[in-house]
């Protein structure tokens, strides 16, 4: 089982940047990804690396969030540019052995989560 913590969160005014950063015991085997859950409303998927570093986003990140990890340090990375108030969420890691490596998967390691509060 892959242990998880997530950090780099805060508060931003819309338009800015953050870089969230979570690091595993163990990164290399796994898909890994992102996820956030705003107030209110279901966990969506943000991101995902596969081992092999094949990437996939949802449409309301692309462009604007970059997803890289580190295998040597076991570090997963979210860069966050050009942000939105709508981005205002608790960020979540998270990994699994998981075939296609996609955002819309199920996980089932997950980090404790960092906030992310982007204003107006």
């Known amino acids: 089982q892959v242990q998880l913590v997530e950090s780099g969160g805060g508060s931003v005014q819309a338009g800015g940047s953050l870089r969230l950063s979570c690091e595993a015991s163990s990164s290399s085997r796994y898909c890994l990804g992102w996820f956030r859950q705003a107030p209110g409303k279901e966990r969506e998927g943000v991101a995902t690396?596969?081992?092999?570093?094949?990437?996939t986003y949802t449409d309301s990140v692309k462009g604007r969030f970059t997803i890289s990890k580190d295998n040597a340090k076991n570090t997963l990375s979210l860069q966050m540019n050009s942000l939105k108030p709508e981005d205002t969420a608790m960020y979540f890691c998270?990994?699994?052995?998981?075939?296609?490596?996609?955002?819309?998967?199920?996980?089932?390691?997950w980090g404790q989560g960092t906030q992310v509060t982007v204003s107006s």
């Open positions: 690396i596969a081992t092999n570093g094949h990437t």
């Open positions: 998270a990994a699994d052995f998981i075939y296609p490596c996609d955002y819309r998967a199920v996980f089932r390691y």
